[in-house]
């Protein structure tokens, strides 16, 4: 189930990627790359948990300094910091695991090779949209809001009343993202290193809009000729 998820979900940027690459395949770049992101208030004023992202970027030059790209990433913790029922730890409710893929089309613009130390450096920014699906492995949902048990004012144990929210296993939402970074080119061979700083928007998670940022860094392959 999981190697299907992750399949379907990096599918569509880089068949376009590929597709493109069929159109102009002077220049191309891979970027592996690993960073962190800060998600806040995505739910019923809670935040999620702050957590490490790893992924891949593959893009090809449509002249001189336009770029597509193809984006799939991995978030291991895409939960809540605490649980929404604060009783649940309490009668051995625990937070299930919840996984994210996140996948982008994007658009960049590089802005020309520049000597910077020795080195050749290409500023550049970006922008483009995509999805970003949950994956539990271990049920069809969790709950973000209400659910589970609490105590009431005499002491007895009852179903928790609060309205809840629930994101269900392979639940996708629209994302947009945006920002820019840094390649250093050719530091050996075809290997550089890229710095990669961006801003992702989620306009409705559930009834709230929210944004992070999302820092990467990694090597960089590129070959061909612009």
Known sequence: MTSKLIARCALIPF??????????AEHVEIYP?????WPRHMANGQNFKDQAIWGVKGG????SNMQIEGSFEYLNHFQLRE?????????????????????DANLTY???????AGEHITPFLAAGAGGL???????PFVFIQGGGTVINAAGAVVPNLVPSKIVDSGATFFTVNYGGGIK?????????FRVDVRGRTIPNFLGHTTTWVEPTAGLTFSWGER
């Open 15 to 24: 068949l376009w990627t590929v597709f493109t690459a069929t159109l102009s």
């Open 33 to 37: 790359n690993a960073g962190f992101v």
């Open 60 to 63: 090809v030059f449509l002249n």
């Open 83 to 103: 649980p929404p029922n604060p009783f649940d730890p309490v009668f051995g409710v625990v937070q299930l695991a919840v996984r994210g893929f996140l996948y």
């Open 110 to 116: 590089n802005f020309g090779e520049r000597q910077f």
């Open 133 to 139: 699906t949950s994956h539990i492995p271990d049920a």
């Open 184 to 192: 250093f080119l050719h530091v050996v061979g075809p290997m550089g």
